[in-house]
Each structure stands twice: as C-alpha cells, then as structure tokens.
C-alpha cells in the first residue's frame, strides 16, 4: 500500500522521525491506529446517542437552543 502526503505532512513526519528516532512507517502506522479507534469509539458514541433519542429515553435540543443554553452559561459565569 502507498500513502500519499502533502508536502507539509511529509516534512512533519520526517523531522518527528528524526526528533524520536522511530521509523516513518511505525510512526504512520502508530498514527492510524490511534485514528481508527477514536473513530470507533465515536461512532459508537453517535450510535448510542441515536439509539436512546430513538427509544425515548433522551429529547433532542434544537440547535438554536442549545446555542442559547451555552451563552446563558457564559454570561452566567463572568458575572459569579
């Protein structure tokens, strides 16, 4: 398999290669596993939330709601 960098990426792996002293590969292939179980582990995540909001068991928050909530929070928290 080939993986094709951008310049930039290219350069940061290699001056991190050289700064650890680890091979590229192992530093690539230490990077995609970490990648594919954070993924997991949010994917699972989504999962589960769409599983209780589709049980009942939690009600979605409209977006402007939300938004709303957190300023209200903020301001909340400058003035204590």
Known sequence: ???HLTPD???KLNQLSAETGRAKEELVQ?????????????????DS??????????TPMDGEE????L??????HRHS
């Open 49 to 58: 939330r769409y599983d209780e909001i589709k049980d009942g068991k939690i």
């Open 9 to 11: 990426l290219e350069a």
């Open 30 to 46: 230490d990077a995609m596993t970490g990648y594919f179980a954070e993924l997991s582990q949010v994917r699972n995540m989504l």
């Open 1 to 3: 398999m080939e993986v």
């Open 66 to 69: 939300a938004f709303a909530r």
């Open 71 to 76: 300023r209200q929070k903020k301001t909340g």
